[in-house]
């Protein structure tokens, strides 16, 4: 079993519509919870952290926690073609390493 | 605030060969990870430094991987000699500190190995 899944892609949106990527993961000791965008051939960008269970919000984006089913969500509100990336789920199991998923792609329609 | 800095940004080697990269972290984060990309995967902890000792190297392939991080601070990742499988790309990533810190990625090095 990976320690960090997250939903297969591509996941293709409409301009203006929500945009919803799920993650879970296999370590319950997890503690630490993040969501990187990764546009093509450029860095992974820290967009969300989140490490107490229920929603956190920044902007457009929401980060969902829900420790018990060990799953983290994030929402992309009025998606822009400008959200068109790879977005990565990172979970930390223990105090220091970081899983990262393999990653979702996002394509927002214009 | 300066980012992390890396460098190359790219390299093209023959198998065999060997390589070195640079990494610089942001003033002030005492742990610094170095990753490894593959098209298509997330990124995979090569080894992570708290200061300058190494913290985790269990992914780390030893018979031709090296890294330092001399004085706390600048890190170099070496590959000697370089296979056909390490093309990818390598991310420099640092943090405050361990745990709850967010890491915060470099623009990485594409290595190509012919």
């Known amino acids: 079993q990976k320690e960090v899944e997250q939903n297969s892609g591509p996941l293709s949106v409409p301009e203006g519509a929500i945009a919803s990527l799920n993650c879970t993961y296999s370590?319950?000791?997890?503690?630490?919870f993040f969501w990187y965008r990764q546009y093509s051939g450029k860095s992974p960008e820290l967009i969300m952290s989140?490490?107490?269970?229920g929603d956190k919000e920044d902007g457009r984006f929401t980060a969902q926690l829900n420790k018990a089913s060990q799953y983290v969500s994030l929402l992309i509100r009025d998606s822009q073609p400008s959200d068109s990336a790879t977005y990565l789920c990172?979970?930390?199991?223990?105090?220091?390493?970081?899983?990262f998923g393999a990653g979702t792609t996002v394509t927002v329609r214009a | 605030e300066a980012g992390v800095a890396q460098s190359p940004r790219y390299k093209i080697i023959e198998k065999r060969q060997s390589v070195a990269f640079w990494c610089n972290p942001i003033?002030?984060?005492?742990?610094l990870y170095w990753y490894q990309q593959i098209l298509g995967q997330g990124p995979k902890l090569l080894i992570q430094?708290?200061?300058?000792?190494?913290?985790?190297d269990s992914q780390l392939p030893k018979d031709r991987f090296s890294a330092e991080r001399l004085k706390g601070v600048d890190s170099t990742l070496k590959i000697q000699p370089a296979k056909l499988e390490d093309s990818a790309v390598y991310l420099c990533?640092?943090?405050?500190?361990?745990?709850?810190?967010?890491?915060?990625f470099g623009p990485g090095t594409r290595l190509t190995v012919t």
């Open positions: 990533a640092s943090s405050l500190g361990q745990g709850f810190y967010e890491q915060y």
């Open positions: 370590d319950r000791g997890s503690q630490s």
């Open positions: 989140i490490y107490s269970n």
């Open positions: 990172a979970v930390s199991p223990n105090d220091y390493k970081l899983s």
């Open positions: 003033s002030g984060h005492a742990t």
């Open positions: 430094f708290q200061n300058n000792g190494v913290v985790d």
